[in-house]
Each structure stands twice: as structure tokens, then as C-alpha cells.
């Protein structure tokens, strides 16, 4: 079984441009979360859709960053525009919609590595 | 929201020894994952244990869901064991950490031949 697919795996920019990384979940899973995974700290949620449906976005900092799966399969998280501190590990993870919210086992991917200069 | 806190922060071991690591969680929760993270940054999954105990090879993991904490032990450690070990929990509902998978800060690992 495939996992979870995510490019580009490493990007380098200059602050103020703009960013996106791209996620494909495993087959079947419905849900899909972006983590932000700065150096020497655990990942952080940043959005968390079931489906096409924005479940959680409450950690996502809406005046530079976006997220849509439009077809409820694949996803993009975007950056505009990056600041110096966006320097992190963008994780992308996908799970089955479980009967209890957060229940289910969660697959990562392995990551896009994000400089900003 | 809840606490996740992991001990020890690091730990430097010879290939072969054993080793336990703590995570200890500050309310009830409904799911409790270890991970691996290894040199490259992929997160692997190692137990899916919010209670009980669970073996796999030479892992095995036991969680105490009544006292807040869960232990993995790492027997026969090898260099491929290196990397950083997080624990992370989902509170069940209420609470702004509800459905949340909350990372600890994670355990280094380090392996020497």
C-alpha cells in the first residue's frame, strides 16, 4: 500500500514570496491534517479536513497561510507571503474518519523542509 | 489544552542496551501514538496504545491510561534505533485540545556501535 505522498521535499525562498507544497493521502483516507514541525519541537496542527471540509483551522495563521482539497483526495498548503520564522518541516498526514473525533491512527508523510531567507 | 511531556530529553546508548522512555499527559485521552523520527525526518509509526501493552519485535509499549503516562522500551538497541521518539495524544471531548493530536517534545536517541 502506498503512503502518504508530498513535494516538493525541500524549498528554499526568500521572505515575502510565496510558497505550496502538495500532499496525497493514502487511498481511502478521508481525513487529511498539514503539521508544522519546527526544529527541536514535536509538529503542530495547523488544519485538519475530513473530506473536502475544513474540520479544524483554529492553529493556521489565516493572514499568510491557506489550505484546500478541493476533491477531498489531494491538498495544497500555501504560504503568501513567508516570513523568516515559516522555516520549518511541513508535514502532511492522512486517517480513516474515525467514529470519535482524533480515534484513528494517523500516517505521515515525509515531508517538505522549508527555508525561508 | 493538555500537557505532553517526555523524559528523558536525550539519551545516548551502546548497540545492545536497553532502554525505557516515559511520556507522561495531563488529561484522560482517547488515542496515544509513538512515533520515530528518523535522521530524514520521516514519521514512523510504532503502537497505536491508548491502553494496555502491546510488543513488537524488540518495542513494546504499555500504557496506564488511570495514571497518565505511557512507557516504550527499546530492547537490543541497535544504530538504526537512532532518531527522536515522540509521543503524542488526542483528548477526547471538551477542551480546546479535543481531537487534537498534541506532540510531546520527543526523546533524542542516539545509538553507538
Known amino acids: 500500500e502506498a503512503g502518504v505522498a508530498q513535494s516538493p521535499r525541500y524549498k528554499i525562498i526568500e521572505k515575502r514570496q510565496s510558497v505550496a507544497f502538495w500532499c496525497n493521502p493514502i487511498s481511502g483516507h478521508a481525513t487529511l491534517y498539514w503539521y508544522q514541525q519546527i526544529l527541536g519541537q514535536g509538529p503542530k496542527l495547523l488544519i485538519q479536513?475530513?473530506?473536502?471540509?475544513?474540520?479544524?483551522d483554529s492553529q493556521l495563521p489565516k493572514d499568510r497561510f491557506s489550505a484546500e482539497r478541493l476533491k477531498g483526495v489531494d491538498s495544497t498548503l500555501k504560504i503568501q507571503p513567508a516570513k523568516l520564522e515559516d522555516s520549518a518541516v511541513y508535514l502532511c498526514a492522512s486517517s480513516l474518519p474515525g467514529g470519535l473525533a482524533g480515534v484513528e491512527t494517523q500516517y505521515f508523510g515525509p515531508g517538505t523542509r522549508l527555508l525561508v531567507l | 489544552g493538555i500537557q505532553v511531556e517526555q523524559s528523558p530529553p536525550d539519551l545516548i546508548l551502546q548497540e545492545g542496551a536497553n532502554s525505557t522512555l516515559r511520556c507522561n499527559f495531563s488529561?484522560?485521552?482517547?488515542?496515544l501514538q509513538w512515533f520515530h523520527q528518523n535522521p530524514w525526518g520521516q514519521l514512523i509509526n510504532l503502537f497505536y496504545i491508548p491502553s494496555g501493552t502491546k510488543q513488537n519485535g524488540r518495542l513494546s509499549a504499555t500504557t496506564v491510561a488511570t495514571e497518565r503516562y505511557s512507557l516504550l522500551y527499546i530492547s537490543s538497541s541497535q544504530t538504526t534505533d537512532s532518531g527522536v521518539y515522540f509521543c503524542?495524544?488526542?483528548?477526547?471531548?471538551?477542551?480546546?485540545?479535543?481531537?487534537?493530536?498534541?506532540f510531546g517534545q520527543g526523546t533524542i536517541l542516539t545509538v553507538h556501535p
Open positions: 488529561d484522560s485521552v482517547n488515542n
Open positions: 479536513f475530513q473530506n473536502n471540509g475544513v474540520v479544524d
Open positions: 503524542a495524544v488526542v483528548c477526547p471531548a471538551g477542551g480546546t485540545s479535543y481531537g487534537k493530536l498534541t
